[in-house]
């Protein structure tokens, strides 16, 4: 379900502090060079390296959406454990609660439509452990029509003069990003 989402709805566990705020993101060093990987995962907040030390964690979207049950970290059994990235159930299943709830906003594909497409995408699955080329040849099908039809919706919709955060929220998507997506849709040849 993420991927039709994409950065709209990344979800992660977030720390928080013994005050109850959020701090900004940890830069982690994977070691020699200069990539820096930031992240806001709690596991991060251990209090070394000068980092804050989270007191709880929460589901928490790349939407702006905070979960509001708060998970209590026990860092005696989390430095016991040795576990470098361990798992707190809770904020993923809240987050998992509030993807399901946004897919629940979006606007419904056609139950005959849906159908279809979870065929062709069983058929191309075959096709591709059998006659890999074959399925190339039937993706490059599939991508010309998916390009004709998006480019047509795309120029409907904003025909439509719809709100960006109509058509956001019917794809799940932030206002931005659905711009963005119509944009690169109605561009596409």
Known sequence: MTEEYGASHEGWAGALLGDGSEPGPVYLDPGSGSDFHETRQWWAYSGILNRPRAAAARGACSCGWRGTAHYRIDWEAVDAAGIYEPVIE?????????????????????????????????????????????????????????????RDAAYMAEADELSWESIGTALGLTEDAARSRLIHYGMRH
């Open 90 to 150: 809770g904020p993923q299943e809240d987050w998992e609660q509030h993807l399901e709830e946004v897919e629940a906003r979006t606007v419904p594909l056609p139950g005959e439509l849906a159908e279809l497409l979870e065929r062709v995408g069983e058929q191309l699955n075959l096709l591709a452990r059998q006659a890999p080329v074959a399925a190339l040849k039937a993706v490059a099908a599939l991508e010309a029509v998916t390009c004709r039809v998006a």
